[in-house]
């Protein structure tokens, strides 16, 4: 199973990512997924999720309104667009997978997932 996380880089606040996390080795259309971020010295926490078949959403206060997750069940690709960056965003941004037999909506809780990737860095400068 791997998960690769592309897309992260220095922005400025105000400005726009788009983050990709492509999935190979299990049946991407069974599991849910999620973006959570990790900041120097602070705990990783969740961002968005997505459940597997793409239809139902799930945000952090603090990036609702600002953020998309969406996913390509056929290019095996989970997306989070983030647009109106903050300094506060900058982190290293993983996304992970889980069983959606498991359970029926995606988990806010790191401990709900099976598969994580790597991270990609996301800095925000002001």
């Known amino acids: 199973v791997q998960l690769q996380a592309s897309g992260g880089g220095l922005v400025q606040a105000g400005g726009s990512l788009r983050l990709s996390c492509a999935a190979s080795?299990?049946?991407?259309?069974?599991?849910?997924m999620g973006w959570f971020r990790q900041a120097p010295g602070k705990e990783r926490e969740f961002v968005a999720a997505?459940?597997?078949?793409?239809?139902?959403?799930y945000y952090s206060d603090s990036v609702r309104g600002r953020f998309t997750i969406s996913r390509d069940n056929a290019k095996n690709t989970v997306y989070l667009q983030m647009n109106s960056l903050k300094p506060e965003d900058t982190a290293v941004y993983y996304c992970?997978?889980?069983?959606?037999?498991?359970?029926?909506?995606?988990?806010?809780?790191?401990?709900?997932?099976?598969?994580w990737g790597q991270g990609t860095l996301v800095t925000v400068s002001s």
């Open positions: 992970a997978a889980a069983r959606a037999a498991r359970a029926v909506v995606p988990g806010r809780s790191r401990h709900e997932y099976d598969y």
């Open positions: 080795g299990y049946t991407f259309s069974t599991y849910h």
């Open positions: 997505i459940n597997w078949g793409g239809w139902s959403t």
